[in-house]
């Protein structure tokens, strides 16, 4: 086992012990959001993500692995998104770099074009992880609601203007390495 998962396991332990923990995330009900609702909350959780932080992004700390990991499984819950979907989504823009920023001004993680996250009024900057994951996962959701699954995501990436599904591809690929990495 390698120092770094040692690392990350000790400090999700530690959050644990102490009930420092902000809350217990209870999986959603499955709803009319659509397919992208709850399929793997049963069989995909904090561990298997972090699991898969560690390997995608060798340059985290665990602490930033373990926030991360918190803030997907917290706002995949909340906004009844698929846990794997999000990561997938997060690996795509950003390679789970939270310091990444585009040419174009999106930031983050989840790559997150500053005025798109305005109307939540998030507490601290877009920068910050909890923030911008929780504005990632607010996008994402209302795109699907709107516009169904497939659209939802390359809606993400394009905007209301579709152009092509070279991004939802990639996010669906994507799927493979977050199951592979974190499975084992």
Request: glycine share 8%.
């Amino acid at each position: 086992m390698g120092r770094t998962r040692v690392a990350a396991l000790i400090v999700l332990a530690a959050v644990l012990i102490s009930g420092a923990r902000e809350e217990v995330v209870e999986p959603p009900p499955v709803s009319a959001a659509g397919p992208a609702a709850a399929p793997a909350l049963a069989d995909f959780d904090e561990i298997q993500l972090m699991r898969f932080l560690e390997r995608a992004n060798p340059a985290l700390s665990p602490y930033q692995i373990q926030r991360i990991a918190a803030a997907v499984m917290r706002y995949s819950a909340k906004y009844e998104l698929d846990p794997v979907l999000v990561t997938q989504v997060l690996w795509v823009e950003s390679g789970a770099r939270p310091w990444v920023r585009s040419p174009l001004g999106a930031v983050g993680l989840m790559q997150v074009m500053p005025h798109m996250a305005e109307p939540l009024e998030l507490g601290g900057n877009l920068t910050t992880i909890d923030a911008n994951i929780e504005a990632g996962c607010w996008i994402l959701a209302d795109n699907i609601r709107r516009l169904g699954e497939e659209d939802g995501i390359s809606a993400y990436f394009w905007g209301s203007n579709i152009r092509s599904v070279v991004y939802l591809d990639r996010v669906k690929k994507a799927r493979a390495a977050v199951r592979g990495a974190s499975e084992s």
